[in-house]
C-alpha cells in the first residue's frame, strides 16, 4: 500500500512539473508575440507648412513625381504648362498682358532641402539648351541615381524617349528619339504606333529604376509599349 502511495505520489509530481515546463514555454513563445504586437507602426503627418513658399509667384502644376538624392534632398517633378492650370484664377501674372499680381508656373524640376527651402529649380518646354533633345510633352517621373545625376520620363502622345541630365540641368544624354512613335497623322491629328522590340526609342515611359552595380537603367515602357527595357547607363 505505502508503495502504491509512492508510485502516485511521484507520478504527481512527475506531471506537475511537465505541466510547469509546458507553462513556461507557453509564456517564454508568447512574450516575444506581445513584444511585436506592442510595437507600433510608422505616424505619418501631413506638414502643410512643407515646402515653404516658391519664389517669382511660383505654383506647382500636378506633381508626377518624388526621389531623393544621396544629400536628403528632396526633388519634384510637376507638369508647368499652361494647360495644367485656370488661367483667369491662377495663373494670371503669366498672361498678356497679366491679369492679377499672382501667379505663373515654376520651372518643372525643382529640389528642395529637408526644411522644404528651394534650392534648386530648372527644365521645361523651351529651355533645351542643345538639339540634341527635346523636353517631354508631358514629364512623368523623376528618378536620382547614384551619381545624383537627374532621369525625367514622359507620357505624353510623342513621348518616346528618357532624358539624363546633371543635378544643375546640363544636358547629358537622351535615350530615345522624340516621336519615333509616330507614323504618320489622320485627320490633322498624329498617329502613333507601338513596337516593344525597338531597340533605340520607347513609348511613353512611366517609371525608371537604377541598378548601380550592374550601371543598367529599367524603364517601365507601359502606357504605349509593353515592356520593361533595360539600357546602359551610359
Known amino acids: 500500500m505505502k508503495r502504491k502511495q509512492k508510485l502516485l505520489v511521484g507520478a504527481s509530481l512527475a ?39 516658391l519664389p517669382d509667384h511660383w505654383l506647382m502644376g500636378p506633381t508626377i513625381g518624388v526621389d531623393v538624392d544621396s544629400q536628403n534632398h528632396i526633388w519634384v517633378v510637376h507638369r508647368n504648362t499652361p494647360d495644367q492650370f485656370a488661367a483667369r484664377t491662377e495663373i494670371g ?17 525643382l529640389e528642395f532641402d529637408q526644411e522644404g527651402n528651394l534650392v534648386g529649380s530648372w527644365g521645361g518646354p523651351g529651355t533645351e539648351t542643345s538639339d540634341e533633345y527635346v523636353w517631354p510633352l508631358s514629364n512623368h517621373g523623376i ?7 537627374v532621369w525625367i520620363g514622359g507620357n505624353g502622345g510623342a513621348d518616346s524617349h528618357v532624358l539624363k541630365f546633371t ?26 504606333e507601338r513596337d516593344s522590340h525597338d531597340q533605340e526609342s520607347f513609348g511613353r515611359v512611366a517609371k525608371i529604376g537604377i541598378d548601380a552595380e550592374a550601371n543598367e537603367a529599367y524603364f517601365a515602357d507601359g502606357y504605349f509599349n509593353k515592356r520593361v527595357a533595360v539600357v546602359d547607363m551610359d
Not at 501674372?93 to 524640376?109: I, T
Not at 528618378?143 to 545625376?149: L, P, S, V, Y
Request: charged share 20%; net charge negative; glycine share 10%.
Open 15 to 53: 506531471t506537475l512539473l511537465i505541466v510547469l515546463g509546458c507553462g513556461q514555454a507557453m509564456v517564454d513563445e508568447e512574450a516575444p508575440a506581445e513584444e511585436a504586437q506592442g510595437q507600433q507602426v510608422p505616424m505619418f503627418e501631413v506638414d502643410p507648412m512643407w515646402p515653404k513658399n
Open 167 to 192: 543635378r544643375d540641368g546640363t544636358f547629358i544624354k537622351s535615350f530615345g528619339v522624340f516621336g519615333a512613335r509616330q507614323v504618320g497623322e489622320s485627320d490633322g491629328s498624329p498617329v502613333f
Open 93 to 109: 501674372y503669366a498672361q498678356d498682358p497679366p491679369l492679377s499680381e499672382c501667379c505663373q508656373p515654376g520651372d518643372p524640376v
Open 143 to 149: 528618378t536620382i541615381d547614384h551619381m545624383d545625376n
